[in-house]
Structure formats: structure tokens, C-alpha cells
């Protein structure tokens, strides 16, 4: 009879971590590739195609350090039983829901973070208010960096006097050299780190302990040539072809930055039972992120068709050097928050980088009251999501009698 | 966030009938313009061409001010909006402009009918939707059942050249005499025919065949300077029927009909299975709702 409870209670919370995945899957792997739609570098389908397949790739690999920290670093002294994941889930899937239908701002990654930390409390978990302080600072630095990362990339762009076949090359060394140090779960990691980085790899293997990156010569070598790479293989496609090459470079950039957006959302679906498979099941965790790949592909090729449709045009009016100036600080960031294991809402990164490289054209020409009322929708899903997570758990609980 | 501003016709409401016709597709322009003129010119009335930039809650202009998004990201409507007027020319009725930033189409026009005062709303509804138009298709349910004035949800794609013939189906409500009026101004401007009609079951009695002739005799009464001829006919599936009566006729004009389970409440299934299968342009129309507020706060969460 327990065991037919808690095969029950597992596949709810399966089917609820399912779901979640489908939803991120649907609404907010879509947008690195419109720019590359906008700019006519690849048609609408075969991008959906691409993101799902990229997105879910993104979130098999890289996805295992955001799922680790939804999933046991947000509360002290209490595991998620099945339960409280599934109250979890549903309490994150419900805001998403309701962004979707009311058209409010509802970033997925606070309300599935807000949950959790509810449901944690009601088990009888402490906050773990380290973690909180980390994760605030990083989601308050994500408007300030990728804003100045777009600024500073648009400003190059845009510069009369850096010809465009030296700036885009340079942008794509900068992200070439930055993929080294990607931090990926297959990619074998020092002892004690579930991911590891091209760049250790090879310092490793020339002997050594794992480096600080830049600090070891094997790293910066592997480093330096994955950005000379990126520099020889973008200059030559952009002297051929200044616009030819250019596209391409969004084409990359997008697959990139697809590839990490899976990354970063996949944990908000998967972390809730990073307990259950881990421990209770002795699953190892490249099987939870399976299922999470598995939502997000599907989502993605359901959902991106008439996600990238809608957003492409948006971005075609942005123009294409825009695109690029918003999308770098996507990848730099999302990169960050899978080194740091922070959750992050993707969305909130684009948005602070379109607006970053609109102040290198002059005027920012946002409106006060919309920042302000995003900004008030962000806090109160923050705030409310926790008590909600608290609340469903809760009843959940009490109603069915088991923990 | 549904925030709206006026780019155009800040200047308040001006007195007389007005029509708001909302335009998104440049190819469906032409279509809803010459029902929404022959609606306004019927009442010496005025037109107000409404065109919504829609900016879904992702979008990474979310925070740009409606000014910027307007000046700088909004080319596409513009020039559908001066398509609207370019479609006036010629016909006698005064057209203006307005340009909205929202990310609720529905709320847009919907303020957009308040700001203008206005007694009808013209919109497009396509039936296979593309995935370009599904703003379109999501936006005609929500603004049929809120909006302050008469509605007329106009099938998107086939028209007709000449119009010589109108279908007015009827089987009562309070829809009927918005579909009426319509009815009979096109038939006026058009100097065509209306035929009303009302079903009944063939096994129905005398009460329900005496109710159905009351019907159409009403609905006949809205039409005035319109020849018209009346007819009660014996059909199972109404839909149906009148899909196959719509093949002589070059314009079908349906009252909203209530009947259905709570997805179809709003148009009916009636006259969506007449939008589906109907040869000729269909028009739903559907009349003001003077809801009250917790009426409203109740149409939100069905």
C-alpha cells in the first residue's frame, strides 16, 4: 500500500516536472533565434527545429548545477520528499500559467524559486539565507552587466573607425574563448564537481591541479584557441561578405545562447526531484535532466514555431547589430548563472541587453512607468510564490495525510 | 499590462455614430472597411481605424516607452492604417487614425471603442488561423464578450464582388437586432435583398411555427427601405442549413446565438458552424453588453 502511494506520488511529480519542462520548453527557449529569422539567416521552422534540439542538448548538459540548487541548496535542514515537489511544480507551472493568460511579467525562475523556498519552509527546512544573498546580488547585477555588455558591444559595432571585419570577429573570439570555459556535465570534472570545462580539461592534462581560469598556461592556450578559431572563421566569412558573415555570426550566437537558455531553465523544472532521483532512487543525475531534455524538446518544437514567428519580426525592426549586442550578454550571463548555479529568467537578461544597446544609439526611450510596474510584477511573483508554495504544500499535506 | 495611448484622436469623443474598425492585416483591410462604411454612411457616421503593435509580455521591447515603439517599430501598422483610409476615399465618410501599443490586443481595442465613443466595432476573424493571426483569434472571444457597443466579427477571406443578396437568420435574442441593423444598411448601400429566416425542427408544433414566423417578422420590421421576403423552413441541423442557404447569397449576417457549453457561449455554435462552412463573407454580430462590474469580474475567470 506505501509503495503504491509513493509510486503514485512519484508519478505525479514526474508528470509536474514534465509539464514544467514543457511549458519553459514552450515560451522561453524561442528568442535567440529570431534574431537570425529577422535577419532571413534560417527559415522558421528549421530554427524551431534547432531550438529544441539545442535547447534540450544545453539542458542535458549543462543543466545539472541550477537543478542542484532549486533542489537542495534553497533550504537548510529539510529534503523535498515527492510531495513537495509536486506542490512545488505546480505552484511554478500555476505562475507561468497565469503570465501566459493575464499577459503579466511572471519570469519562471522566480516563481519556481519564491516555491520552493515555501515548500521548503513548510517541511520544516530553514532559509538558506547565504544562498538568498547570492542569488539577490546576481539577479540584481543581471540588469547592470548585460546592459553594459550590450552597451559596450553596440558601441563597438557601431564604431566608424573599427571596420565591421575586425569588430564582429573580435565579438566571436570573445565568445569562442568564453565557450572554453563552459562549464558542461560531460566534460569529466575535477573530483568533487559534477562539471567540468574544456579549459581544465586540458590544463588537467598537462598536469596540475584545476586552475583558475586564465591562472594556468594550459588553460589560457586551449582559451586563446578557441577565440583565434572564432576570429579566423568570422574574419573570413566577413570579408567575403560583410552582411553574409554577419549572419552567420547571429546564426552561431543564437545556437549558442539557444543552447544555454536550456541550460538555465531545465533546473527549474528538474530541481524539485533532484531529492527523489538522486537519493531515493540512486538515479544518476543525467537521468532527471533526460526527462527535463525531454519536456523542453517537446515544448520547444510545439511552442517555437509561433513564439519565433511573432518574436522574429520584433527583432527584424531591431536590426541586426542590436540582435548581436543583446544576445552576447545572453550567453555571458546564462553562462555565469550555470558556473554559479543561479536560477535566471532569461527574458530578464534580453531584456536589460535590448535596452543596453538602445543607450549606445543615443537615447534609452524607456518608459519609467513600464520598468516600474515590471519590476512590482517581479517582486510580488517573488513574495507571493513563496506563501503560495507554503500554502499548497500545506494543504497537500494535511489533506492526504502523508508528508 | 495592457497600457494604451492615443496617437491620433486625443481630441475626445465627437457626437454621432461611430464606427471603430480594428486593422491588422493589410490583405483583410479593404474587406472589413466596406462594412464598417456601409455601417457609418447608413448613419452619416464616422470611422475610426484602429491598429494595435502588439507587444507580447516577452518581448524584448517590453520597456521601451509606446512613443519609441511607435517611432521606431511600428511601420508595419502604420501603413495598414493608411491602407484604411486609402479604402475610404471616395465614400464620403470621415476616417481618422489611431495607432496603440499593448500587449492585451483585445484591452487595446477595447479602450480604443471607449476613446471614441463608438456604438460599433468592425473585426476580422480568420478561420484557419496562421500562426501570424492568432492575435486575431485570440483577441475576437474576449473582446465580443466585453466590449460597450455592438460588435461585428467579420470572417476574414472570401469576398464578394457584387452584393445583390443578404441572409439574416434568426432565432430571436438579443442579438438579432444588431445583425438587423447591419443587414439592412449594407442592403441599403448595396441596393440589395434581404432574406430572413428562422428554423424549426420538422417535428416541431404549431406554438414553436407560430414563434418562429413572430421571429422573423421582427427581425423583418428592423429592415427599412430594404426589400426583404420572410420564410420559416423545417431543419435538424441549423448550421448546417443555413451554411446551405448562405450559396445564394453573397452575405451572411448572424445574430450571436447563447445555446452551448461554456467554450461556445460566447458566439454560439450555430454561427460558428456557420463561419466555418458558409461559402459567402459571414458576419457575427453581437450586441453591446452594459454588464455590470461583477459581471465583468465574472466573465474574467471563466
Given amino acids: 500500500m506505501a509503495t503504491h502511494a509513493f509510486a503514485a506520488l512519484v508519478g505525479a511529480a514526474l508528470l509536474a516536472s514534465l509539464s514544467m519542462a514543457w511549458a519553459l520548453g514552450a515560451n522561453s527557449n524561442s528568442p535567440p533565434f529570431a534574431p537570425a529569422i529577422g535577419a532571413n539567416a534560417i527559415s522558421t521552422m528549421r530554427a524551431a527545429f534547432l531550438v529544441g534540439v539545442l535547447a534540450t542538448a544545453g539542458a542535458v548538459t549543462q543543466g545539472g548545477s541550477i537543478s542542484a540548487t532549486v533542489g537542495s541548496r534553497l533550504i537548510e535542514g529539510a529534503t523535498i520528499t515527492p510531495l513537495a515537489a509536486t506542490a512545488g511544480l505546480v505552484t511554478a507551472a500555476a505562475y507561468m500559467g497565469l503570465g501566459v493568460y493575464s499577459g503579466y511579467p511572471i519570469p519562471a525562475a522566480f516563481a519556481t524559486t519564491g516555491a520552493m523556498i515555501g515548500v521548503g519552509i513548510a517541511l520544516g527546512g530553514d532559509p538558506a539565507w547565504a544562498v538568498y544573498r547570492r542569488i539577490g546580488a546576481f539577479w540584481l547585477a543581471v540588469p547592470v552587466v548585460s546592459g553594459g555588455i550590450a552597451y559596450l558591444t553596440a558601441t563597438l559595432l557601431r564604431r566608424d573607425d573599427v571596420p565591421e571585419t575586425v569588430g564582429v570577429p573580435l565579438l566571436a573570439a570573445f565568445v569562442g574563448g568564453l565557450l572554453a570555459h563552459v562549464r558542461l556535465g560531460v566534460v569529466p570534472a575535477p573530483p568533487g564537481r559534477d562539471q567540468g570545462t574544456v579549459a581544465g580539461l586540458a590544463a588537467r592534462a598537462v598536469g596540475g591541479p584545476d586552475p583558475l581560469p586564465g591562472v594556468d598556461p594550459a588553460a589560457v592556450g586551449v582559451t586563446l584557441a578557441f577565440a583565434a578559431v572564432a576570429f579566423v572563421a568570422v574574419r573570413r566569412r566577413t570579408r567575403r561578405s560583410v552582411k553574409g558573415g554577419i549572419r552567420s555570426f547571429l546564426l552561431v550566437l543564437g545556437g549558442v545562447v539557444a543552447f544555454s537558455s536550456g541550460g538555465t531553465q531545465v533546473g527549474l523544472a528538474t530541481g524539485p526531484l533532484e531529492h527523489l532521483f538522486r537519493v531515493r532512487l540512486g538515479l544518476p543525475g543525467i537521468a532527471l535532466l533526460a526527462v527535463g531534455g525531454t519536456g523542453i524538446l517537446a515544448g520547444a518544437w510545439m511552442g517555437a514555431p509561433r513564439l519565433l514567428q511573432a518574436t522574429s519580426r520584433e527583432y527584424a525592426q531591431l536590426g541586426v547589430r542590436r540582435s548581436i549586442a543583446a544576445l552576447v550578454p545572453g550567453f555571458v550571463i546564462a553562462q555565469a548563472a550555470v558556473a554559479l548555479g543561479v536560477p535566471v529568467s532569461f527574458n530578464n537578461i534580453v531584456l536589460s541587453g535590448v535596452i543596453g544597446s538602445g543607450l549606445a544609439a543615443g537615447t534609452a526611450g524607456v518608459s519609467r512607468r513600464k520598468i516600474a510596474t515590471t519590476v512590482v510584477f517581479w517582486l510580488l511573483t517573488l513574495g507571493s510564490s513563496v506563501l503560495v508554495g507554503y500554502g499548497l504544500y500545506r494543504g497537500l499535506s494535511g489533506l492526504l495525510g502523508i508528508r | ?302
Fill in chain 2, 1 to 302: 499590462m495592457s497600457d494604451v495611448r492615443h496617437v491620433a484622436g486625443d481630441d475626445g469623443p465627437e457626437p454621432g455614430y461611430a464606427v471603430v474598425v480594428a486593422v491588422a492585416n493589410p490583405d483583410s483591410v479593404e474587406q472589413l472597411m466596406r462594412t464598417a462604411i456601409d455601417l457609418a454612411s447608413d448613419r452619416d457616421g464616422r470611422i475610426r481605424a484602429v491598429s494595435v503593435v502588439h507587444k507580447p509580455v516577452t518581448s524584448p521591447f517590453l520597456l521601451f516607452s509606446d512613443e519609441r515603439i511607435k517611432r521606431e517599430f511600428a511601420t508595419d501598422r502604420t501603413a495598414v492604417l493608411d491602407r484604411a483610409v486609402a479604402a475610404a476615399e471616395g465614400a464620403g465618410v470621415p476616417v481618422d487614425r489611431s495607432l496603440l501599443v499593448g500587449s492585451d490586443v483585445a484591452g487595446a481595442v477595447r479602450s480604443a471603442i471607449e476613446a471614441a465613443d463608438a456604438d460599433a466595432a468592425v473585426i476580422g476573424w480568420r478561420e484557419r488561423s496562421r500562426p501570424a493571426d492568432v492575435v486575431l483569434g485570440t483577441t475576437v472571444d474576449p473582446l465580443l464578450r466585453r466590449a460597450p457597443c455592438d460588435v461585428f466579427v467579420e470572417r476574414i477571406g472570401r469576398t464578394a464582388d457584387g452584393l445583390d443578396a443578404v441572409l439574416l437568420p434568426t432565432d430571436g435574442g438579443p442579438h438579432v437586432a444588431p445583425a438587423a441593423d447591419l443587414a439592412g444598411a449594407v442592403a441599403r448601400a448595396n441596393a440589395a435583398r434581404v432574406t430572413v429566416v428562422s428554423y424549426v425542427s420538422p417535428a416541431a408544433g404549431a406554438d414553436a411555427r407560430d414563434r418562429a414566423a413572430d421571429l422573423v417578422a421582427a427581425a423583418a420590421g428592423r429592415l427599412s427601405g430594404v426589400t426583404a421576403e420572410t420564410d420559416v423552413r423545417e431543419a435538424d441541423a441549423v448550421g448546417e442549413a443555413i451554411a446551405s442557404a448562405a450559396d445564394d447569397h453573397d452575405l451572411v449576417v448572424l445574430g450571436a446565438t447563447r445555446e452551448g457549453g461554456l467554450r461556445t457561449r460566447v458566439v454560439g455554435s450555430v454561427a460558428r458552424t456557420v463561419g466555418r462552412r458558409a461559402a459567402p463573407p459571414v458576419v457575427i454580430a453581437r450586441r453591446g453588453s452594459d454588464a455590470s462590474l461583477v459581471d465583468r469580474a465574472l466573465d474574467r475567470l471563466r
